[in-house]
């Protein structure tokens, strides 16, 4: 079974079809009602932006919050490589932070021993689906005057608070690529309450121009845009996706408490454990298991076997920050200063929960990993 599979149903392609046949396959409806349908999502009281992907929604929030040259932003250590991409391509620095161990996410004391007089922003991200412990994280930004922008690339539908992922933050970009909970093949959306970031990123997503009243280019931008066949394709997604997101939730218990039930004290699930979860619901994107102890440098035989049992895995994610060409400086060095997320590249291994999953093939998935641990 693969690691990822994308709902795409027979009325997704006649309304990608239909989008086709009419001649407008930019700037139309299409990508208009998913933005609103999208906001109503999130629940209502926000603007939502319909972009080319996650990265563009990330980069279009540094560029219209101002950051650039000379400021430096806090980035998590355990991320894509689109999440520090995106402040690097404003002039800005990603300043690394290590994660908790158990949920893979930062926290407020982590972000805080990284804080400068250069610090202007700070980048939280929901570990596979995982909502980050946020409201200390927004309080002590709001103590220094710092900006947060959330990437929830692998969140969508998660809940903190009560609320959906992301109501916090000045801005959170959701990811809408095929192994994603929704997709539009490529694509992304970001999501804001702030009407003035709202009408920025609208212009910076194409080239900065304004057409009423007349036409102007009044700031710079980018063609960050989202078609209407993408848009089309995604408003399907999105009306299908609470039963497929109670599914995958339905699947991710059934597996996490078969590893759980193991009884193995070297095998850990990663998830959120802070006390306000019973406020909070994660993505279930996949299902992280860690191997510690005596096998934590065991993985890949794990990995191998899952294989040859037809079960695809990966990895989130398959180095640390610090640790790639682009982003290696001798300040990374120090192993302590980022254990937890290199622990976590090294000895994790993410598994399938999505939701055209039996509850059998969760089964089947656990009944290989413990056969893989023997």
Same mark, same amino acid.
């Given at each position: 079974?693969?690691?990822?599979?994308?709902?795409?149903?027979?009325?997704?392609?006649?309304?990608?079809?239909?989008?086709?046949?009419?001649?407008? !396959?930019?700037?139309?409806?299409?990508?208009?009602? *998913?933005?609103? @349908?999208? =906001? &109503?999502?999130?629940? #209502?009281?926000? +603007?939502?932006?319909?972009?080319?992907?996650?990265?563009?929604?990330?980069?279009?929030?540094?560029?219209?919050?101002?950051?650039?040259?000379?400021?430096?932003?806090?980035?998590?250590?355990?991320?894509?490589?689109?999440?520090?991409?995106?402040?690097?391509?404003?002039?800005?620095?990603?300043?690394?932070?290590?994660?908790?161990?158990?949920?893979?996410?930062?926290?407020?004391?982590?972000?805080?021993?990284?804080?400068?007089?250069?610090?202007?922003?700070?980048?939280?991200?929901?570990?596979?689906?995982?909502?980050?412990?946020?409201?200390?994280? !927004?309080?002590?930004?709001?103590?220094?005057?710092? *900006?947060?922008? @959330?990437? =929830? &690339?692998?969140?969508? #539908?998660?809940? +903190?608070?009560?609320?959906?992922?992301?109501?916090?933050?000045?801005?959170?970009?959701?990811?809408?690529?095929?192994?994603?909970?929704?997709?539009?093949?490529?694509?992304?959306?970001?999501?804001?309450?702030?009407?003035?970031?709202?009408?920025?990123?609208?212009?910076?997503?194409?080239?900065?121009?304004?057409?009423?009243?007349?036409?102007?280019?009044?700031?710079?931008?980018?063609?960050?845009?989202?078609?209407?066949?993408?848009?089309?394709?995604?408003?399907?997604?999105?009306?299908?996706?609470?039963?497929?997101?109670?599914?995958?939730?339905?699947?991710?218990?059934?597996?996490?408490?078969?590893?759980?039930?193991?009884?193995?004290?070297?095998?850990?699930?990663?998830?959120?454990?802070?006390?306000?979860?019973?406020?909070?619901?994660?993505?279930?994107?996949?299902?992280?298991?860690?191997?510690?102890?005596?096998?934590?440098?065991?993985?890949?035989?794990?990995?191998?076997?899952?294989?040859?049992?037809?079960?695809?895995?990966?990895?989130?994610?398959?180095?640390?920050?610090?640790?790639?060409?682009?982003?290696?400086?001798?300040?990374?060095?120090?192993?302590?200063?980022?254990?937890?997320?290199?622990?976590?590249?090294?000895?994790?291994?993410?598994?399938?929960?999505?939701?055209?999953?039996?509850?059998?093939?969760?089964?089947?998935?656990?009944?290989?990993?413990?056969?893989?641990?023997?």
């Amino acid at each position: 079974m693969k690691f990822a599979l994308p709902d795409v149903q027979e009325e997704d392609i006649a309304a990608v079809t239909q989008v086709l046949r009419s001649g407008r !396959l930019t700037e139309g409806p299409q990508v208009e009602a *998913f933005e609103q @349908e999208f =906001a &109503a999502f999130m629940g #209502g009281d926000c +603007y939502a932006i319909a972009v080319s992907s996650c990265w563009a929604a990330l980069h279009l929030s540094w560029l219209a919050l101002g950051i650039g040259p000379g400021d430096e932003v806090i980035c998590p250590a355990l991320t894509h490589v689109a999440t520090a991409h995106a402040i690097t391509m404003t002039g800005a620095t990603p300043v690394f932070v290590d994660c908790d161990l158990q949920t893979g996410t930062v926290t407020a004391e982590l972000i805080e021993t990284r804080l400068t007089g250069r610090t202007r922003g700070i980048c939280v991200m929901d570990y596979v689906g995982n909502p980050c412990d946020a409201v200390p994280i !927004l309080c002590m930004a709001e103590a220094h005057g710092l *900006f947060v922008v @959330e990437d =929830a &690339a692998t969140a969508c #539908g998660a809940v +903190y608070s009560g609320k959906p992922i992301g109501w916090g933050a000045h801005c959170a970009a959701f990811s809408f690529y095929p192994a994603k909970h929704i997709t539009t093949g490529e694509g992304g959306m970001f999501v804001t309450r702030h009407q003035w970031l709202a009408d920025k990123v609208r212009k910076m997503r194409a080239f900065g121009i304004t057409k009423k009243p007349h036409y102007d280019v009044s700031l710079l931008g980018a063609n960050y845009r989202m078609s209407e066949m993408q848009a089309a394709l995604g408003r399907g997604q999105l009306r299908r996706f609470p039963q497929a997101l109670a599914q995958r939730r339905q699947n991710w218990r059934t597996l996490a408490n078969r590893l759980i039930l193991m009884h193995r004290p070297d095998v850990q699930v990663i998830a959120s454990t802070h006390a306000w979860k019973h406020t909070a619901a994660h993505a279930a994107y996949c299902v992280v298991m860690q191997l510690v102890g005596r096998i934590a440098g065991r993985r890949d035989i794990v990995r191998e076997h899952l294989k040859n049992a037809g079960i695809e895995t990966s990895v989130y994610y398959p180095r640390s920050m610090p640790d790639l060409t682009c982003y290696r400086a001798p300040q990374y060095d120090d192993w302590s200063a980022y254990r937890h997320t290199r622990e976590i590249v090294t000895t994790s291994l993410a598994l399938p929960c999505y939701q055209q999953l039996t509850e059998s093939d969760m089964g089947y998935i656990a009944d290989q990993v413990e056969e893989g641990l023997r």
